[in-house]
T-cell receptor
Framework: GDSVTQMEGPVTLSEEAFLTINCTYT??????LFWYVQYPGEGLQLLLK?????DKGSNKGFEATYRKETTSFHLEKGSVQVSDSAVYFC????????????FGPGTSLSVIP | DTAVSQTPKYLVTQMGNDKSIKCEQN?????MYWYKQDSKKFLKIMFS???????INETVPNRFSPKSPDKAHLNLHINSLELGDSAVYFC???????????FGNGTRLTVT
């Protein structure tokens, strides 16, 4: 079945550091890919998405590129802020998984001043 | 003007009790979901309804019963609560297949 793997956390960075959170997936066909963010005590929010190969999703300084050849969708940000501290989830919605979004295990990020 | 709202936010109860969680969305979406998030933040889908019809029913004990009176509401009733049911339960909605999910803020259920 479809699945998503993410780098394990927690990740701790200093403010203004470069962030990469790795995400790889297994799915048949051409899934849509997402990054969601969960701030403490809140529900998940969509951060960005990509629906086909080589698409780049971007939002709030975060970027991720849909790489079909490596089945990856790594999240990057050039300069993190304390307010970026949260849990980040990579997710996919596959062609064969009707209305079912599959989430990775989440990566906790802490940014220290 | 909250998009997806859940009640209650916290629920503390004893083993063996029956409880319900309510969810409402005002986004006009056709599909609604229940997800369970465990203590390690892992998210697992439980149920999905499309226009009041059950379309996803994962391997969930039959003590859990979803009910959708209309496409804007999806409630979750849990019978005979067990310690292992302690988790955060999230309601979500989406417009169509493969469109992004909109989540509520969760209901933290603690079974003692």
């Amino acid at each position: 079945g479809d699945s998503v793997t993410q780098m394990e956390g927690p990740v701790t960075l200093s403010e203004e550091a470069f962030l990469t959170i790795n995400c790889t997936y297994t799915a048949t066909g051409y899934p849509s890919l997402f990054w969601y963010v969960q701030y403490p005590g809140e529900g998940l929010q969509l951060l960005l998405k990509a629906t086909k190969a080589d698409d780049k999703g971007s939002n709030k300084g975060f970027e991720a590129t849909y790489r079909k050849e490596t089945t990856s969708f790594h999240l990057e940000k050039g300069s993190v802020q304390v307010s970026d501290s949260a849990v980040y989830f990579c997710a996919l919605s596959g062609e064969t998984s009707y209305d079912k979004v599959i989430f990775g295990p989440g990566t906790s990020l802490s940014v220290i001043p | 003007d909250t998009a997806v709202s859940q009640t209650p936010k916290y629920l503390v109860t004893q083993m063996g009790n029956d409880k319900s969680i309510k969810c409402e969305q005002n986004l006009g979406h056709d599909t609604m979901y229940w997800y369970k998030q465990d203590s390690k933040k892992f998210l697992k889908i439980m149920f999905s309804y499309n226009n009041k019809e059950l379309i996803i029913n994962e391997t969930v004990p039959n003590r859990f019963s979803p009910k959708s009176p209309d496409k804007a509401h999806l409630n979750l009733h849990i019978n005979s609560l067990e310690l292992g049911d302690s988790a955060v339960y999230f309601c979500a909605s989406s417009l169509i297949k493969n469109s992004p999910l909109h989540f509520g803020n969760g209901t933290r259920l603690t079974v003692t």
